[in-house]
């Protein structure tokens, strides 16, 4: 017999079967056929009454089937000795489990035999299976019960050890015998069941109405027998949908509770009324290109999807939303052009003479003392987050100017606290460049000519500059206009200066 899962209104069921293996199926067995033939002998040498009798064979019956599944359920050996009197494997072992399971149930019969039958019939085998303990609802239906509701069953397992579980036995559905592991629905108290993993491990919400039993629990119920699953779904619409596999159980904590289902079947995959769960892509990337400004709110109530099926195919088709940058001014049409001009000449410069090994720049930045930066946390539900203090506006800073190249950084300077650049500052700065070039790249530029960048900053535009650059025999590149997002500093130091700083606090120059 095969147990059931099953889910009636995102609900789960599971009935079950017993599940005896190896080594712990001998040794339950054994002691089961001692007792059984210690009443055998006990009830002939004292000529029990039918009644009596009638207990003996139920109970033989129990032991008999018992033993059955056991055989049923033992591993197979392949390309492995038959002799089970070798116990040099493990598959010599099991067949030596397997041959006393033969003796028992072979002992079993001859015990039975050994009784004469009653003239009258007794109600006595079926009390005898009712005070069996259930060891899920399936059971429970087996001993007469038919109506869905509370009922106490004691699983055999390690997590259990022989504890009894309060459940709910879905009497109802598919011939019945479902014992329900969750269930969700319309009732009077809503059940959060955005939980954390302790609450999954141990089980949640009101046995009668919404619920889940715990990952412990199905761990226990799916490892003593063979079990199927079945979901049983409805909409808004009130359209009903199940889905059934075959096998299911799922294993311990250590494994993360990792779940295996056997086969599919059922209606869960048919077309229905309602939202679908994916959109035409094509379809999508005509909204997104008429307004590239859209939110996937709008997307959603145009397409008539959740919204969280909008975000799921944007990611699909490789799309992001991004916040525009802010840059200092509007570009007009002169602006573009110079600098296309600006790039389209940098390009021919490199695919002629190399020029990337031979460019260097510079740019300025300020550095704080304390870099302590606000950052999110993993915290438990209810608890609140940490907290960082905001920077102060009176945070000391300095301003740092540096000077590098392809090869990484030939000259920096940091300034005074209260001091920032000027031109004559920036002037005597290029004079030192100019030696630090001499000393640090001094075989680079021995015969090529420094290809100079900067942007066009005030102290960089000045006359003073101009004429320092004049001496220095530096080739300046052009910088666009209004083309801060051009700059080589922008695009690469400024990015891993904050992460290189991040935490750290200085306590003076």
Same mark, same amino acid.
């Given at each position: ?61 129990? &032991? *008999? =089937?018992?033993? @059955?599944?056991?055989? $049923? ?6 390309? !492995?000795? /038959?002799?089970?009197? %070798? ?5 010599? &072992? *099991? =067949?030596?489990? @397997?041959?006393?399971? $033969? ?6 019969? !001859?015990? /039975?035999?050994?009784? %004469? ?393």
């Amino acid at each position: 017999m095969k147990s059931r899962i099953m889910v009636p209104k995102l609900s789960l069921y599971l009935g079950s079967t017993l599940f005896l293996q190896n080594m712990w199926v001998a040794n339950i067995s054994f002691k089961l056929l001692l007792l059984l033939l210690i009443t055998a002998i006990k009830t002939q040498a004292d000529s029990a009454a039918c009644e009596q009798k009638e207990k003996h064979l139920a109970i033989l019956d129990l &032991a *008999k =089937e018992s033993i @059955s599944k056991a055989k $049923d359920l033992q591993p197979v050996c392949v390309n !492995e000795s /038959k002799d089970i009197s %070798s116990n040099s494997s493990e598959c010599g &072992a *099991k =067949e030596k489990v @397997s041959a006393y399971l $033969d003796i028992a149930k072979n002992l079993i019969e !001859e015990a /039975k035999s050994n009784y %004469s039958a009653c003239d009258t019939a007794s109600n006595l085998t079926k009390v005898v299976l009712l005070h069996k303990k259930p060891t899920d609802c399936s059971e429970i239906l087996e001993n007469g019960e038919k109506t869905s509701g509370e009922y106490m069953i004691w699983p055999r397992n390690r997590i259990f050890n022989d504890m009894q579980l309060k459940v709910y036995c879905d009497m109802d559905t598919d011939d019945g015998g479902w014992t329900v592991i969750q269930r969700r629905g319309n009732f009077s108290t809503k059940i959060d069941f955005y939980r954390t993993w302790s609450y999954y491990k141990d089980g949640f919400g009101n046995i009668s109405e919404e619920f889940w039993i715990g990952n412990d629990n199905i761990f226990g119920l799916t490892n003593q027998g063979n079990y199927i699953v079945r979901f049983d779904m409805e909409n808004v619409d009130k359209e009903y949908r199940f889905a059934t596999y075959s096998s299911f159980w799922i294993e311990d904590e250590t494994a993360g509770y990792m779940v295996h289902f056997g086969n599919y079947t059922g209606t869960a995959d048919e077309p229905r009324s309602g939202r679908p769960i994916e959109v035409d892509c094509e379809q999508l990337k005509q909204i997104i290109d008429q307004d590239r400004n859209v939110s996937t709110r709008t997307i959603a109530l145009e397409l008539e999807v959740c919204q969280k099926t909008i975000v799921n195919d944007l990611k699909r088709i490789n799309l992001a939303f991004k916040f525009n940058r802010w840059v200092p001014h509007e570009l007009t049409a002169e602006d573009k052009r110079k600098r296309k001009s600006a790039c389209l000449a940098l390009l021919r410069n490199q695919r002629k003479e190399k020029i990337l090994d031979r460019i260097v720049t510079c740019d300025e930045n300020w550095v704080y003392y304390n870099n302590t930066r606000r950052k999110g946390g993993w915290s438990a539900l209810g608890e609140s987050a940490g907290s960082v203090a905001r920077r102060a506006l009176t945070n000391k800073k300095v301003f740092l100017c540096f000077w590098w190249d392809c090869q990484g950084i030939i000259y920096k300077k940091y300034l005074k606290i209260v001091q920032t650049i000027n031109s004559a500052i920036y002037s005597n700065m290029l004079i030192k460049v100019r030696d630090a070039i001499r000393e640090k790249r001094r075989n680079k530029f021995r015969r090529k000519v420094v290809l100079f960048h900067q942007d066009n900053a005030r102290p960089h535009v000045s006359t003073m500059a101009g004429w320092t650059l004049y001496r220095l025999e530096w080739n300046l590149i052009q910088h666009p206009p209004y083309s801060t997002d051009m700059e080589p500093s922008d695009l690469c130091l400024f990015l891993h200066l904050p992460l290189h700083l991040d935490g750290v606090i200085f306590n003076s120059n």
